[in-house]
């Protein structure tokens, strides 16, 4: 065979149609990511936000007429003072690297927490039909157990203000943080997961919809 047959061949064999199993290209997908940016420091956060107050007071009180240069003083060292405190605020953030996980591993996650607190019914006779019902009663250990596998899952780097990393989270970390982070800081966190999943869910279905419209067009019949 000759040098031209042998690339003639390699290039053909390179035209053919690959093999793949999908289980693989399920798993080797990528999630969509997102950075949530939390502060920590409740005091400074309380003080600013006060602040912020008594300079929205002075432009109300001031809206209609012009401002004394006592007044205009007393707002410049206002907005020093809240410049102060954001900057205080900014020195205790941290940069949270979220990263979606598959609805697979999100039903592991709540079966993990099923396993340790079981779901228990309630039942009681429903008097119109005297059938009996039950009810799921409410488990906030197991809420609370959930809500720290699906951060520890989906936590994939946080970054304080300084620009040191720390690459994922174990569970020990996330129960200090949940246990001593802000009601707020939780809240957008596990707010910025949920948008995750959600968003994904949206995208894909509007990626679908595309596809199958595309390729609705593009169909012949033989």
Same mark, same amino acid.
């Given at each position: 065979?000759?040098?031209?047959?042998?690339?003639?061949? *390699?290039?053909?064999?390179?035209?053919?149609?690959?093999?793949?199993?999908?289980?693989?290209?399920? @798993?080797? /997908?990528?999630?969509? &990511?997102?950075?949530?940016?939390?502060?920590?420091?409740? $005091?400074?956060?309380?003080? *600013?936000?006060?602040?912020?107050?008594? +300079?929205?007071?002075?432009?109300?009180?001031?809206?209609?007429?012009?401002?004394?240069?006592?007044?205009?003083? %007393? @707002?410049?060292?206002?907005?020093?003072?809240?410049?102060?405190?954001?900057?205080?605020?900014?020195? !205790?953030?941290?940069?949270?690297?979220?990263? #979606?996980? !598959?609805?697979?591993?999100?039903?592991?996650?709540?079966?993990?927490?099923?396993?340790?607190?079981? +779901?228990?019914?309630? &039942?009681?006779? $429903?008097?119109?039909? #005297?059938?009996?019902?039950?009810?799921? @009663?409410?488990?906030?250990?197991? $809420?609370?157990?959930?809500?720290?596998?699906?951060?520890? *899952?989906?936590? /994939? @780097?946080?970054?304080?203000?300084? #620009?040191?990393?720390?690459?994922?989270?174990?569970?020990? $970390?996330?129960?200090?943080?949940?246990? %001593?982070?802000?009601?707020?800081?939780?809240?957008?966190?596990?707010?910025?997961?949920?948008?995750?999943? +959600?968003?994904?869910?949206?995208?894909?279905?509007?990626?679908?919809?595309?596809?199958?419209?595309?390729?609705?067009?593009?169909?012949? +019949?033989?």
């Amino acid at each position: 065979m000759s040098d031209i047959e042998e690339i003639r061949e *390699a290039v053909d064999e390179a035209k053919k149609p690959g093999v793949f199993k999908i289980v693989d290209a399920l @798993k080797d /997908r990528a999630y969509p &990511k997102m950075q949530v940016t939390v502060s920590v420091d409740e $005091d400074a956060a309380y003080r *600013a936000n006060q602040v912020k107050e008594q +300079i929205n007071a002075l432009d109300v009180s001031y809206a209609k007429k012009a401002m004394t240069d006592k007044v205009s003083a %007393q @707002k410049a060292a206002l907005i020093a003072s809240q410049e102060l405190l954001v900057d205080e605020i900014a020195k !205790s953030s941290f940069t949270f690297h979220l990263e #979606g996980i !598959s609805e697979g591993a999100r039903l592991a996650t709540f079966k993990k927490s099923s396993k340790t607190y079981p +779901i228990e019914y309630e &039942k009681e006779m $429903d008097i119109t039909t #005297g059938k009996m019902q039950k009810t799921e @009663k409410e488990s906030p250990e197991r $809420d609370a157990l959930y809500t720290d596998l699906l951060w520890e *899952a989906c936590i /994939r @780097k946080v970054v304080n203000a300084d #620009g040191d990393e720390q690459t994922g989270v174990t569970y020990t $970390d996330v129960r200090v943080m949940r246990d %001593q982070m802000p009601v707020s800081a939780s809240t957008r966190i596990n707010e910025s997961i949920e948008k995750l999943r +959600i968003s994904t869910a949206v995208f894909m279905m509007e990626v679908d919809e595309d596809f199958l419209a595309k390729s609705s067009h593009g169909t012949t +019949i033989e």
